[in-house]
């Protein structure tokens, strides 16, 4: 995106790639369509430790902005619901997109390209030892990423280089990433694998998502676990309201009085699959006939199902996270430009820096926008 803007103001871009094929991240997301940008896209949709430093990016090339690049295209999409685009065919679709915006500006693509060295000369050109030779530019874009799902080619490259040049990085740590366990609570998770709830209010402290949550055979997934997962430090417990839009009590004290020989685990197969019906009320312990739970026991049931508080033993890490928290530090950077401070010509966009986007479509919003900030910037200083 970046590359793609540059050329086409007039300068002579290069872009080197040390996968082998381009844009491998793009074409796995979304399921193989690529949720490519969120039309609710807003800075509190983002997490960094200064949540003010994505706005002037954000502001400057907005989804609708993304949006028209892709439907002059023709490239057909649909939104997914809460704002969520996707294309109604391949992702790949949208890496063709941007490597013919390239082409269009005669942006050279090199892949399978090993970066050996990265220096800056005196005259402040940038030099480029790789396995195909050396390479000298005015101005280095550092669009690296973050370290989530390794077999993409993922690598700490981009904040490699940046602390060789003195800027901090904030501690990475993986995101939007399903949550593991060890406990008593990894085996009825097994036992549940594969039953998904929806909806479900997953929180933690004040922080708090309403989306699905889905049992696996290492403990909790689905979009309300990978979203609040981006809040959570270890140790932190999660509390689960697997009923939101219902009292469990109250539904309870009525079939008590109704159906006062049924089981609880029967009573709650009217809310929950049968798999997950008797699992909770197994861990409950009072798995009754209704007519002999009393308000107390009601109640014990009732916060079972409105507050499970489990505590995750950690998180599957980077080979499922979908993005990396954490990165180059914003203070480094200048948020109108996205060059560093106090290298003149080092620039930094994308997942590599320390703005991490909530799971739908935000953290590809953020890539865009800050390519094209970082463009004009560079355009700017070297008209």
Same mark, same amino acid.
């Given at each position: 995106?970046?590359?793609?803007?540059i050329?086409?103001?007039?300068?002579?871009?290069?872009?080197?790639?040390h996968?082998?094929?381009?844009?491998?991240?793009?074409?796995?997301?979304?399921?193989?369509?690529?949720?490519?940008?969120?039309?609710h896209?807003?800075?509190?949709?983002?997490?960094?430790?200064?949540?003010?430093?994505?706005?002037?990016?954000?502001?400057?090339?907005?989804?609708?902005?993304?949006?028209?690049?892709?439907?002059?295209?023709?490239?057909?999409?649909h939104?997914k619901?809460?704002?969520?685009?996707?294309?109604?065919?391949?992702s790949?679709?949208?890496?063709?997109?941007?490597?013919?915006?390239?082409?269009?500006?005669?942006?050279?693509?090199? *892949?399978?390209? %090993?970066?050996?060295?990265?220096? &800056? =000369?005196?005259d402040?050109?940038?030099k480029? +030892?790789?396995?195909?030779? $050396?390479?000298v530019?005015?101005?280095?874009?550092?669009?690296?990423g973050?370290l989530?799902?390794?077999?993409?080619?993922?690598t700490?490259?981009?904040?490699?280089?940046?602390?060789?040049?003195?800027?901090?990085?904030?501690?990475?740590r993986?995101a939007?990433?399903?949550f593991?366990?060890?406990?008593?609570?990894?085996?009825?998770?097994?036992?549940?694998?594969?039953?998904?709830?929806?909806?479900?209010?997953?929180?933690?402290?004040?922080?708090?998502?309403?989306?699905?949550i889905?049992?696996?055979?290492?403990?909790?997934?689905?979009?309300?676990?990978?979203?609040?997962?981006?809040?959570w430090?270890?140790?932190? *417990?999660?509390? %689960?309201?697997?009923?939101?839009? &219902? =009292?469990?009590?109250?539904?309870l004290?009525? +079939?008590?009085?109704?159906? $006062?020989?049924?089981?609880?685990?029967?009573v709650?197969?009217?809310?929950?699959s049968?798999?997950?019906?008797?699992?909770?009320?197994?861990?409950?312990?009072?798995?009754?006939?209704?007519?002999?739970?009393?308000?107390?026991?009601?109640?014990?049931?009732?916060?079972?199902?409105?507050?499970?508080?489990?505590?995750?033993?950690g998180?599957?890490?980077?080979?499922?996270a979908e993005?990396?928290?954490?990165?180059?530090?914003t203070?480094?950077?200048?948020?109108?430009?996205?060059?560093?401070?106090?290298?003149?010509?080092?620039?930094?966009?994308?997942?590599?820096?320390?703005?991490?986007g909530?799971?739908?479509?935000?953290?590809?919003?953020?890539?865009?926008?800050s390519?094209?900030?970082?463009?004009?910037?560079?355009?700017?200083?070297?008209?």
């Amino acid at each position: 995106m970046a590359a793609a803007r540059i050329g086409q103001g007039g300068k002579s871009v290069l872009i080197l790639d040390h996968s082998e094929t381009i844009g491998e991240k793009i074409r796995i997301s979304g399921g193989g369509r690529c949720n490519f940008t969120n039309i609710h896209t807003k800075p509190a949709n983002f997490l960094s430790s200064n949540p003010h430093f994505c706005k002037s990016a954000l502001a400057r090339f907005t989804p609708k902005d993304f949006i028209a690049l892709v439907e002059q295209y023709g490239i057909a999409y649909h939104d997914k619901g809460r704002g969520q685009l996707f294309c109604d065919g391949k992702s790949q679709q949208i890496i063709d997109m941007l490597v013919s915006e390239c082409e269009k500006a005669s942006v050279r693509i090199i *892949p399978n390209t %090993i970066i050996e060295n990265v220096d &800056r =000369n005196e005259d402040g050109h940038y030099k480029i +030892e790789t396995s195909r030779g $050396p390479f000298v530019s005015n101005s280095l874009v550092i669009a690296t990423g973050g370290l989530s799902i390794p077999k993409t080619g993922a690598t700490p490259f981009g904040y490699r280089i940046a602390e060789q040049f003195g800027l901090s990085v904030i501690p990475p740590r993986a995101a939007l990433v399903p949550f593991m366990f060890s406990d008593e609570f990894l085996s009825l998770a097994k036992d549940l694998s594969g039953i998904s709830v929806d909806p479900c209010v997953v929180k933690i402290d004040k922080t708090s998502f309403e989306e699905a949550i889905l049992f696996t055979h290492r403990g909790l997934s689905g979009p309300a676990i990978l979203q609040i997962s981006s809040y959570w430090k270890d140790g932190d *417990p999660v509390h %689960i309201n697997l009923l939101p839009h &219902r =009292n469990m009590e109250e539904l309870l004290k009525t +079939e008590r009085k109704d159906s $006062p020989k049924k089981m609880l685990r029967t009573v709650l197969e009217h809310y929950f699959s049968e798999r997950l019906a008797h699992g909770l009320a197994k861990i409950s312990g009072v798995d009754e006939q209704m007519g002999n739970l009393s308000d107390k026991k009601i109640a014990v049931v009732s916060n079972l199902i409105h507050n499970w508080t489990v505590k995750p033993c950690g998180t599957e890490g980077y080979r499922t996270a979908e993005v990396t928290l954490g990165g180059v530090d914003t203070n480094s950077l200048s948020s109108k430009t996205m060059e560093a401070r106090d290298i003149s010509g080092l620039y930094f966009i994308g997942e590599v820096v320390d703005v991490t986007g909530q799971l739908g479509g935000f953290n590809f919003q953020w890539a865009w926008s800050s390519a094209v900030c970082c463009a004009d910037a560079v355009l700017a200083k070297v008209s």
